[in-house]
């Protein structure tokens, strides 16, 4: 149950962050279905977040280093609409750490079981 735009919009801001942090590393995203939901992760091998920055990266304008700025682009706006419009479909988003050594968003969106039954 999702807004195709949305959840384009979602990759791209993921990929994006994924692509800019771990610029030589590998990027695997995996997709299963549990509890009527759809879960999609897409994991990186950058250098990871913090525990204690986890939840923080989600406001608006958050960056864990302005010293980047110059180096990596952004306004630290993506991942706050990747929440936004997450919750807005019912779904929901989380960071940690991936067993790769950098960053793993999983995210969740519910199955329209009535759709899966046709």
Known sequence: ???????????????????KYAPDGNVIIEGWSEGGYLWIAVDDEGEGIPEYDRERIFDMFHRLDTRDS????????????????LEAMNG?????????????????LPVNVGAEEE
């Open 70 to 85: 110059r180096d990596i682009y952004g306004y630290g706006l993506g991942l706050s609409m990747v929440k936004r419009l």
């Open 1 to 19: 149950l999702a807004d195709e735009q949305a959840v384009e919009r979602v990759f791209q801001h993921l990929l994006d962050n994924a692509f």
């Open 92 to 108: 929901g988003i989380r960071v940690e750490e991936s067993k790769r050594g950098g960053a793993r968003f999983e995210f969740w």
